[in-house]
């Protein structure tokens, strides 16, 4: 391969452009590469926060008030789905109450169901912060900062007070962190059965049904479907009811690209300007070696070699650049971390590559046409 | 005659078109042997360069061929007339033309690293015996540009008879050089040719640069005007 090994050589000659160059390449992919995950760990953060433990479907009655049934019909349209995640459609019971301590008083929405379907939906087990979550008869788990505010603890006994049902006990299981204030301080899950004796419902009539997909953003797409399939019930998704998070992070998304377009288009002029540089310097070179029979496909490749080991000594040296900035930004005290993708990375690799060989082809073609005479005549 | 090497036919050169063209060559015909030590000789700007150019293949007549052992190069592919400009000619040019880049082993082995038909092996005995024969042994290993004009002559020649060719053409090989090496370099032109069987064709504008070769090939105002053996060395 003399293309390579002349290109390498022209490189080697000339050290200090080589490697301003190799640094260029190395910023911008360095740059990519850190941006794009930043961005991607942040919307999966922002995205995790607000749905990752609450339910991307609902399913409701028409009439507000009245219980859902969780029919055969309804059983086969939302567990069948395979987009749902296994075993992550919970019914469910919701009610408020007032809890009191008898000095203070505080609203609480309850949420009542089986713990190993809200587990489900909720990660009940995984957000325990204190004592062992159990949503056995009379039992409650609540939030954080309810817990904190109130000083419960569990094995406390709480009171709620429902609407016309009077004061009713229950006993703290497990105190979770629900990922937010608002909800830490009036969310809290509670016996099912409690919450059905209260409404008068029967064992199959609930609130809502909820579920989680295994693709938050297709929740909206599956929900449509559903709506096709029972259309005697109410159905909600998570997109259609955060549709401001949903442009905040599309615009997020869109700025992102830009940011990262506008790099590469950075390094590709840079790789462009030094080809195109180098090409104009080798010029008598390249016309020596044609004289002598190199043909014209391999004088052109000499500088498209010349753009690949740059490109790839760029992307590589950005590569590792771009972990070492990810890897100071675990330093730095903020809510979420930086999480590279592979194939993010190996994408943002192969557009450097790419880019750098796309700005190869003007001095490319130029060499290739260089007639060689012009070099032997000018002497 | 030795077997013909090389054929001009009614060759021709006109620069630009219209009334700014420039007629550098004017129906130059002759036949070249295989073997043969010739020089061209002509004023500055006299077309000889131009008829040197045409005869390697750099440049393409207007009018007219150039054939190689019977063989026309008009019709030939660009890829083509660059694997016989490889293959068949050596270049000796004026400013030597290294490659500041590569060692001067390098130098000396690029026409058969273009060519890629040699093992590496058999490069590097060539290269060295190229480098052996024009006494650069013990300079293989210094970057060209290290070296005196000489010595950078001498090397261009090494490298125009790397791929051994059939001719070596040298476009006033001597114009940048003292007497001294004048002389030296036309005695290894010789050695080369009586060792080797390579055809010479030497431009020069120096009569008696060209009274060391076997024939004087005249050119003035783009014809060849006169075309004799040399009676200087009978």
Same mark, same amino acid.
């Given at each position: 391969?003399?293309?390579?090994?002349?290109?390498?050589?022209?490189?080697?000659?000339?050290?200090?452009?080589?490697?301003?160059?190799?640094?260029?390449?190395?910023?911008?992919?360095?740059?990519?590469?850190?941006?794009?995950?930043?961005?991607?760990?942040?919307?999966?953060?922002?995205?995790?926060?607000?749905?990752?433990?609450?339910?991307?479907?609902?399913?409701?009655?028409?009439?507000?008030?009245?219980?859902?049934?969780?029919?055969?019909?309804?059983?086969?349209?939302?567990?069948?789905?395979?987009?749902?995640?296994?075993?992550?459609?919970?019914?469910?019971?919701?009610?408020?109450?007032?809890?009191?301590?008898?000095?203070?008083?505080?609203?609480?929405?309850?949420?009542?169901?089986?713990?190993?379907?809200?587990?489900?939906?909720?990660?009940?087990?995984?957000?325990?912060?204190?004592?062992?979550?159990?949503?056995?008869?009379?039992?409650?788990?609540?939030?954080?900062?309810?817990?904190?505010?109130?000083?419960?603890?569990?094995?406390?006994?709480?009171?709620?007070?429902?609407?016309?049902? &009077?004061?009713?006990?229950?006993?703290?299981?497990?105190?979770?962190?629900?990922?937010?204030?608002?909800?830490?301080?009036?969310?809290?899950?509670?016996?099912?059965?409690?919450?059905?004796?209260?409404?008068?419902?029967?064992?199959?009539?609930?609130?809502?049904?909820?579920?989680?997909?295994?693709?938050?953003?297709?929740?909206?797409?599956?929900?449509?479907?559903?709506?096709?399939?029972?259309?005697?019930?109410?159905?909600?998704?998570?997109?259609?009811?955060?549709?401001?998070?949903?442009?905040?992070?599309?615009?997020?998304?869109?700025?992102?690209?830009?940011?990262?377009?506008?790099?590469?288009?950075?390094?590709?002029?840079?790789?462009?300007?030094?080809?195109?540089?180098?090409?104009?310097?080798?010029?008598?070179?390249?016309?020596?070696?044609?004289?002598?029979?190199?043909?014209?496909?391999?004088?052109?490749?000499?500088?498209?070699?010349?753009?690949?080991?740059?490109?790839?000594?760029?992307?590589?040296?950005?590569?590792?650049?771009?972990?070492?900035?990810?890897?100071?930004?675990?330093?730095?005290?903020?809510?979420?971390?930086?999480?590279?993708?592979?194939?993010?990375?190996?994408?943002?690799?192969?557009? &450097?590559?790419?880019?750098?060989?796309?700005?190869?082809?003007?001095?490319?073609?130029?060499?290739?046409?260089?007639?060689?005479?012009?070099?032997?005549?000018?002497? | 005659?030795?077997?013909?090497?090389?054929?001009?036919?009614?060759?021709?050169?006109?620069?630009?078109?219209?009334?700014?063209?420039?007629?550098?060559?004017?129906?130059?015909?002759?036949?070249?042997?295989?073997?043969?030590?010739?020089?061209?000789?002509?004023?500055?700007?006299?077309?000889?360069?131009?008829?040197?150019?045409?005869?390697?293949?750099?440049?393409?007549?207007?009018?007219?061929?150039?054939?190689?052992?019977?063989?026309?190069?008009?019709?030939?592919?660009?890829?083509?007339? !660059?694997?016989?400009?490889?293959?068949?000619?050596?270049?000796?040019?004026?400013?030597?033309?290294?490659?500041?880049?590569?060692?001067?082993?390098?130098?000396?082995?690029?026409?058969? @690293?273009?060519?890629?038909?040699?093992?590496?092996?058999?490069?590097?005995?060539?290269?060295?015996?190229?480098?052996? @024969?024009?006494?650069?042994?013990?300079?293989?290993?210094?970057?060209?540009?290290?070296?005196?004009?000489?010595?950078?002559?001498?090397?261009?020649?090494?490298?125009? @008879?790397?791929?051994?060719?059939?001719?070596?053409?040298?476009?006033?090989?001597?114009?940048?050089?003292?007497?001294?090496?004048?002389?030296?370099?036309?005695?290894?032109?010789?050695?080369?040719?009586?060792?080797?069987?390579? !055809?010479?064709?030497?431009?020069?504008?120096?009569?008696?640069?060209?009274?060391?070769?076997?024939?004087? @090939?005249?050119?003035?105002?783009?014809?060849?005007?006169?075309?004799?053996?040399?009676?200087?060395?009978?």
């Amino acid at each position: 391969m003399l293309s390579v090994r002349i290109a390498a050589r022209f490189l080697r000659t000339s050290p200090v452009q080589s490697a301003l160059i190799v640094a260029g390449i190395a910023v911008g992919i360095a740059t990519q590469v850190f941006v794009g995950s930043l961005i991607t760990s942040l919307q999966a953060n922002l995205v995790d926060t607000t749905i990752g433990s609450s339910p991307h479907i609902t399913v409701k009655a028409r009439e507000d008030g009245e219980p859902v049934v969780l029919s055969e019909r309804v059983r086969s349209v939302m567990i069948a789905d395979e987009r749902v995640e296994p075993g992550a459609v919970a019914p469910v019971r919701t009610a408020s109450a007032l809890f009191t301590d008898g000095e203070s008083s505080a609203p609480l929405s309850l949420t009542g169901g089986r713990l190993v379907d809200l587990d489900r939906i909720y990660d009940l087990s995984g957000r325990t912060q204190a004592g062992t979550p159990g949503l056995g008869a009379g039992e409650i788990i609540i939030g954080v900062d309810f817990a904190r505010k109130y000083g419960l603890s569990p094995g406390d006994s709480v009171s709620l007070v429902f609407a016309g049902a &009077g004061a009713t006990p229950a006993r703290v299981t497990a105190v979770v962190d629900l990922g937010s204030a608002a909800a830490n301080e009036r969310t809290a899950f509670i016996d099912s059965d409690l919450l059905r004796r209260i409404s008068g419902w029967s064992a199959d009539e609930h609130s809502a049904i909820q579920a989680q997909v295994r693709e938050p953003f297709d929740a909206a797409t599956v929900a449509a479907e559903w709506r096709a399939a029972l259309p005697d019930v109410l159905i909600s998704d998570w997109q259609a009811e955060n549709a401001d998070l949903l442009t905040a992070l599309q615009s997020q998304s869109a700025s992102s690209y830009m940011i990262q377009v506008f790099v590469l288009v950075a390094v590709a002029l840079g790789i462009a300007s030094t080809l195109a540089i180098s090409a104009v310097q080798k010029t008598r070179q390249i016309g020596i070696l044609k004289a002598m029979g190199l043909s014209d496909r391999r004088s052109g490749a000499i500088f498209l070699w010349q753009a690949a080991i740059l490109g790839v000594g760029g992307t590589a040296g950005g590569v590792g650049l771009g972990y070492a900035l990810i890897w100071g930004f675990s330093l730095v005290p903020v809510p979420f971390s930086i999480v590279p993708e592979p194939r993010f990375i190996a994408l943002s690799s192969a557009i &450097g590559v790419l880019v750098a060989l796309l700005s190869s082809v003007i001095p490319t073609r130029k060499t290739s046409r260089l007639d060689p005479i012009e070099v032997i005549q000018s002497g | 005659m030795a077997d013909r090497l090389l054929i001009a036919e009614e060759l021709h050169r006109v620069y630009g078109s219209g009334e700014t063209s420039t007629r550098a060559l004017n129906g130059v015909s002759f036949e070249f042997g295989e073997g043969e030590f010739a020089a061209i000789i002509g004023q500055s700007g006299s077309g000889k360069s131009t008829l040197l150019n045409l005869l390697g293949l750099l440049d393409t007549p207007t009018s007219g061929t150039v054939r190689y052992r019977d063989r026309d190069t008009g019709s030939l592919s660009t890829r083509a007339r !660059a694997e016989l400009r490889n293959g068949l000619i050596g270049f000796v040019f004026q400013f030597h033309h290294l490659l500041p880049e590569f060692t001067v082993f390098e130098n000396v082995a690029m026409p058969a @690293l273009i060519s890629g038909a040699l093992p590496p092996g058999e490069i590097r005995r060539r290269a060295e015996e190229a480098l052996g @024969l024009l006494g650069l042994a013990d300079v293989d290993a210094k970057n060209a540009n290290a070296l005196s004009g000489g010595q950078k002559q001498r090397v261009a020649i090494a490298r125009a @008879l790397m791929n051994r060719p059939a001719l070596v053409l040298a476009d006033e090989p001597t114009g940048n050089l003292d007497t001294t090496n004048t002389e030296l370099v036309y005695e290894l032109f010789r050695k080369v040719r009586s060792e080797t069987g390579t !055809a010479f064709l030497i431009v020069t504008h120096d009569r008696k640069v060209a009274q060391r070769t076997d024939r004087i @090939l005249e050119v003035l105002d783009g014809e060849l005007v006169s075309d004799e053996r040399n009676r200087y060395l009978d």
